[in-house]
């Protein structure tokens, strides 16, 4: 098949993330979570056609050539560009939450188009990450973040940067437009004009407080609301990234 007959098919076959080189005919070694998830999951013989993508941006369409106990290889008949990625750029400073909370926050802004994710120190917040276990955690949310490309259909993984403290994110911040959720307030997303890109800044589950609002308004944040609800640090990005893809983006 073309390029463009698997381009329009992919999205009825397995679709994994491989970071290698793409090349047509080239041959590729699957790494053993793709390898186990084809031959074990899938349970997919020789010839079975496949969809991989780069991480970077390009995807491929394959097919296994050889099943094996010891590897599993395809063979690269088409490459193309992906398409799943939003016209606007948001990078997400999210308040890290216990468990499956923050899983569900990096999956869900994922799949709705952030560009990157930095997990934040915030003054409520708490959780602290030191040695091992930060470097475990940020390869667990990095691999959440790869999935959420898999099901959603995005050829870009978007890197998750490790924890910082909050005030450390607010000065790398360059996006001409700098949301933070905060309840008591009226703004509301359609008072901005459309930006080229945008910073989000999440709280923790109590709450930005006094000294992370300051610090935020300071560094040019503009306090925003979702309405009356007090919504989960999980839900909030879910909710924020609808309405900024819906007005600035292609939602």
């Known amino acids: 098949m073309h390029a463009a007959d698997w381009a329009a098919l992919h999205g009825k076959m397995p679709r994994l993330y491989v970071p290698a080189e793409f090349a047509v005919g080239a041959t590729i070694t699957l790494p053993d979570g793709p390898a186990r998830h084809v031959t074990r999951v899938l349970r997919l013989g020789e010839r079975a056609p496949l969809v991989l993508f780069d991480g970077n941006g390009q995807e491929a369409g394959v097919r296994l050539a050889d099943v094996g106990r010891k590897q599993t290889t395809v063979t690269i008949e088409a490459v193309w560009p992906g398409s799943g990625e939003s016209p606007l750029a948001v990078h997400l400073g999210q308040a890290i939450s216990k468990g499956d909370r923050m899983d569900y926050a990096i999956q869900k802004a994922v799949e709705l188009g952030v560009v990157a994710i930095t997990p934040l120190y915030t003054e409520r917040g708490d959780v602290r990450l030191k040695g091992d276990r930060a470097e475990k955690k940020l390869a667990h949310w990095q691999a959440v973040a790869a999935s959420a490309c898999e099901q959603s259909g995005r050829a870009v993984v978007p890197p998750i940067y490790p924890p910082k403290a909050l005030n450390e994110w607010l000065a790398e911040r360059q996006e001409p437009l ?5 309840l008591a307030t009226g703004n509301v997303f359609s008072q901005q004009p459309c930006p080229a890109s945008v910073a989000l800044l999440i709280g923790p589950e109590g ?32 909710v924020a990234l609808t309405l900024l893809q819906h007005h600035f983006g292609d939602v």
Not at 178 to 182: E, S
Not at 210 to 234: H, K, M, S, W
């Open 178 to 182: 700098r949301l933070m959720l905060h």
């Open 207 to 238: 709450g930005l407080s006094d000294a992370d609002i300051n610090a935020a308004t300071a560094g040019g944040f503009t306090p925003l609301t979702l309405g009356p609800r007090v919504l989960r640090t999980e839900t909030a990005p879910v």
